[in-house]
């Protein structure tokens, strides 16, 4: 019942149309929502750009185009044709007065031409670029100069300015929601934590940074000595097991250098001498930048049971080095140099050590940093190799005192670890929840999506269903029409067949009435009434051949449809008049011209004519007894 209340609805085709038009606007209009708004995560092919350049299109394609530049430059392409494209960018920049563009062309020429226009021009190109970021609320823009401010005044050790920007862009970054630049800022975050000893901020920071960019060997080395540094050997044994077990290293990198130290680091923490001895032999001679150097010195000497001799040697082969790193390469071995000034008071005069006091601005200078209580130990030691015990309890004094700051500065980065920490999990619980909202909003969407394609398949179901009834109704309605014709014909042919066979037997009792008359007339004949009896007679005759005549055409059309099947063989009977059906008809079953015109009540002129206009409408040339024969049909009757 319902079935056929909805299919009555939906009788009318314009109103399914409709219906399935409604549907798939919806759909569009949900899609929509989802749709990218910006499209500055886009770029194009290097030809691509160059051909919009070619053609000094810039406009709406700012973005794609100073990303597609950004990215070759990220390859480390400053190929001629690379700064050629840069130009006629800048070129067309200009020409357009698009600011957009002209903040990409600072951002990109900036660090292009870094070594030739120096760090302060290059600090003002980018804080250029950053006024147009925010004076056109341009995301990209704003990401770009952020993050090459931060790590230029990160690579300058500028660490106030370089923490300023990276807290700026990983503010912007979250906002929204760019997980490339969340990973980079949060990652430049971490160091800046680390070098100011808020190592539980930076191992957040580089735990959120490593969730963005979860294969980063930089990311995964600083985590690693992050835990070494804080002496968690356990977990930072498992961290091992779990990121590096498996992984092929490359010795040659400087990432592959520095895990291969930290991991000879956590076996000294755990006094597994061997094993750590094994990774310090693999380097070897490999390292080259100054800076691993000093570290790889440092784990030389911190292995156990390093005799007298070899301690001195490695002192004394890498003196050059050590006074070229002053002061890290001083506070990173501080205890062994003591230690060798005490036995070799050649190895390190006063003198030496003036000089390079005075080369990194003087004694004032150093004492700001509370890391370089370790340097005036050292300085103590080689003023007591002069017997300068004044000097030497000064310089002590100066290390105590640097060193109770040093403590005092740790508490407070304790309490400021503390505090970052609580701010950075508080957003990091905001981010958290802002990516299950947005994850929420993108199930909706796509249940939204899904309903919305079911409702379509519905709809579709529901017009083949229609449209399949109304099929059914019309081929139902042909079919009763069919069989209502085929029944009034056959009423037709059984009131013809009852009217032959009427006429057949009022003809015969016709006939046999007549015969019994003429044979009464016949035996009452005599020499005085045989005129009369002979009219007579003659009258009877007559009366019978005008009933016969009468009938003849309904019996030659008897005979037509005895022989109905001949219709089947000889199509073109179609294009015949009802005349010369029957002769055709009566021809082909042998039956000669004369018994045709008798039949059909025709002369033998007639019908010599009509069979000749059959042959040329039908193209019978075969003698009219073959015609069925050669038909190839033996069933039917042919007169020899």
């Known amino acids: 019942m319902q079935l056929s209340k909805i299919l009555k609805f939906f009788k009318n085709k314009l109103v399914i149309v409709a219906f399935v038009l409604v549907i ?8 929509s929502d989802n749709r990218v708004k910006n499209n500055f995560n886009n770029h194009y092919s290097y030809d691509s750009a160059r051909m919009f350049l070619k053609n000094e299109i810039v406009g709406e394609y700012e973005n794609p185009v100073g990303n597609t530049l950004l990215n070759k430059f990220s390859q480390k392409d400053t190929a001629s044709e690379f700064k050629s494209l840069l130009n006629n960018y800048f070129k067309v920049a200009s020409k357009q007065n698009n600011k957009l563009a002209l903040a990409f062309c600072k951002i990109l020429s900036s660090k292009l031409n870094l070594d030739r226009i120096g760090i302060d021009s290059f600090y003002k190109c980018e804080k250029e670029a950053l006024g147009i970021g925010f004076e056109l609320n341009d995301t990209n823009i704003l990401l770009n100069s952020l993050g090459t401010l931060s790590t230029g005044y990160l690579m300058n050790s500028e660490i106030d300015s370089g923490l300023h920007f990276s807290r700026l862009g990983y503010d912007i970054a979250v906002k929204s929601k760019r997980n490339f630049f969340i990973y980079f800022f949060a990652g430049n975050l971490g160091y800046v934590m680390n070098s100011k000893m808020l190592q539980g901020a930076a191992q957040l920071y580089f735990e959120q940074a490593l969730k963005e960019m979860p294969n980063d060997l930089i990311l995964l080395n600083n985590l690693f000595s992050l835990l070494i540094t804080e002496k968690k050997y356990h977990d930072a044994e498992l961290f091992w097991n779990k990121h590096f077990k498996n992984m092929k290293l490359d010795l040659n990198s400087y990432g592959g ?8 680091l956590l076996y000294q923490g755990e006094k597994k001498w061997s094993e750590s001895k094994k990774y310090i032999d693999q380097i070897g001679d490999i390292v080259q930048i100054d800076q691993l150097k000093m570290h790889f010195l440092r784990l030389q000497l911190g292995q156990a049971n390093l005799k007298e001799e070899d301690f001195s040697k490695l002192l004394i082969d890498n003196k050059q080095l050590i006074l070229k790193e002053f002061p890290y390469s001083f506070i990173e071995i501080a205890d062994y140099l003591v230690k060798e000034i005490k036995k070799n008071p050649q190895f390190l005069t006063l003198n030496d050590f003036l000089d390079l006091e005075k080369k990194a601005g003087g004694e004032l200078e150093l004492q700001k940093d509370f890391n370089n209580g370790p340097l005036y130990s050292i300085k103590a030691g080689l003023y007591e190799n002069l017997g300068d015990f004044k000097n030497a309890y000064l310089s002590s004094e100066t290390a105590m005192d640097l060193k109770n700051k040093f403590y005092d500065q740790e508490s407070e980065s304790r309490h400021a670890d503390l505090a970052e920490k609580m ?3 508080n957003l990091l619980d905001q981010i958290e929840s802002s990516k299950k909202e947005f994850e929420s909003q993108n199930r909706q969407t796509r249940i939204f999506k ?12 529901i017009l083949y269903v229609v449209y399949r009834e109304r099929n059914h109704v019309v081929l139902r309605e042909q079919l009763l029409i069919k069989e209502l014709e085929n029944e009034k014909l056959h009423s037709e042919n059984i009131a013809k067949e009852s009217d032959l066979n009427n006429r057949i037997i009022m003809l015969s009792k016709l006939i046999i009435t007549k015969v019994n ?17 002979i009219k007579e007679v003659r009258s009877e005759f007559l009366n019978i051949q005008n009933a016969v005549s009468d009938a003849q055409p309904q019996l030659a059309d008897k005979l037509l449809e005895d022989y109905s099947d001949i219709q089947i063989d000889f199509p073109e009977i179609a294009n015949l008049s009802i005349t010369e059906k029957r002769i055709f008809v009566l021809s082909v079953h042998g ?9 059909l009540g025709l002369t033998g002129q007639y019908v010599n004519n009509a069979r000749t206009s059959i042959r040329k409408k039908m193209g019978i040339e075969d003698n009219w007894k073959e015609v069925l024969l050669n038909k190839k049909n033996p069933n039917l009757r042919t007169s020899d």
């Open 450 to 461: 899904i309903i919305t394609i079911l409702l379509i398949v519905l709809s579709l179901l």
């Open 423 to 425: 701010k950075l999990s």
């Open 517 to 533: 008359s003429i044979n009464k007339l016949l035996s009452s004949v005599n020499e005085f009434n045989y005129h009369s009896a």
């Open 257 to 264: 250098q520095i895990l291969f130290m930290n991991r000879a």
């Open 591 to 599: 039956y000669p011209s004369k018994e045709i015109a008798g039949l």
């Open 24 to 31: 798939i606007t919806i759909v569009f209009l949900l899609s």
